[in-house]
């Protein structure tokens, strides 16, 4: 059984920055292509960003390039996104996720493994 839970999330102002953490059980977490989606009330979820299982490659949205950064700890079993100048437009739920196939995909579908999911709200 594979678990996934997310924290960090909160309420910031606009300009401001928030970490995000997602902790996973199991002994396959090195193995994992590891994701973030995020999803805004009626609107469909969407990806955020990706890194490949060794940490060597990662892939952002347009919508994030150049404020967040994906990473992971693979000794902690952890992977985090770190979101800075963040805009109203941030405002979501995020999911972390993982894709045991060992790539990384772009679309939710392909994720094998969700977490429930953290709040950020950002006010402008």
């Known amino acids: 059984q594979v678990q996934l839970v997310e924290s960090g999330g909160g309420s910031v102002q606009a300009g401001g920055s928030l970490r995000l953490s997602c902790a996973t059980s199991?002994?396959?977490?090195?193995?994992?292509?590891m994701a973030w989606f995020r999803q805004a009330p009626g609107k469909a979820r969407e990806f955020v960003a990706a890194i490949r299982r060794s940490g060597g490659s990662s892939y952002y949205a347009d919508s994030v390039k150049g404020r967040f950064t994906i990473s992971r700890d693979n000794a902690r079993n952890t992977a985090y996104l770190q979101m800075n100048s963040l805009k109203p437009e941030d405002t979501a739920v995020y999911y972390c996720?993982?894709?045991?196939?060992?790539?990384?995909?772009?679309?939710?579908?392909?994720?094998?493994?969700w977490g429930q999911g953290t709040q950020v709200t950002v006010s402008s």
């Open positions: 199991g002994r396959a977490f090195s193995t994992y292509a």
């Open positions: 996720a993982a894709d045991d196939e060992g790539g990384v995909p772009l679309s939710a579908y392909d994720y094998d493994y």
